[in-house]
Nanobody, 124 residues
Framework: QVQLVESGGGLVQAGGSLRLSCAAS????????MGWFRQAQGKEREFVAA????????YYADSVKGRFAISRDNAKNAVYLQMNSLKPEDTAVYYC?????????????????WGQGTQVSVSS
């Protein structure tokens, strides 16, 4: 199973930006999907963004579309989440994950490997 480590979280004011990184150890295949999820206090873990390792169109939750951008560096076995125009409602623990199965949805149960999470706090 792939090991994932997130970094880049922190405290930022509304309207600011953060760039999250996820370093993966192990082999990731072109058909695999790298994803970002977040979980706010007292809420369910929710999908944020995903991209296939081999390339293609990224997918975003409506709540972050136009503000967040997912990317990957295959040579570094890394995936990134650029977060712009941050809002207080973006406050959550952010997790990267990898989907190596055949599911066509991007729910938490579809992803088998997870990082430890990194806290993002956005003040008003």
């Amino acid at each position: 199973q792939v090991q994932l480590v997130e970094s880049g979280g922190g405290l930022v004011q509304a309207g600011g930006s953060l760039r999250l990184s996820c370093a993966a150890s192990g082999r990731i295949f072109s058909r695999d999907v790298m994803g970002w999820f977040r979980q706010a206090q007292g809420k369910e873990r929710e999908f944020v963004a995903a991209i296939r390792w081999g390339g293609g169109t990224p997918y975003y939750a409506d709540s972050v579309k136009g503000r967040f951008a997912i990317s990957r560096d295959n040579a570094k076995n890394a995936v990134y989440l650029q977060m712009n125009s941050l809002k207080p409602e973006d406050t959550a623990v952010y997790y990267c994950a990898v989907k190596q199965g055949l599911s066509t949805t991007n729910t938490p149960v579809d992803f088998g490997s997870w990082g430890q999470g990194t806290q993002v706090s956005v003040s008003s």
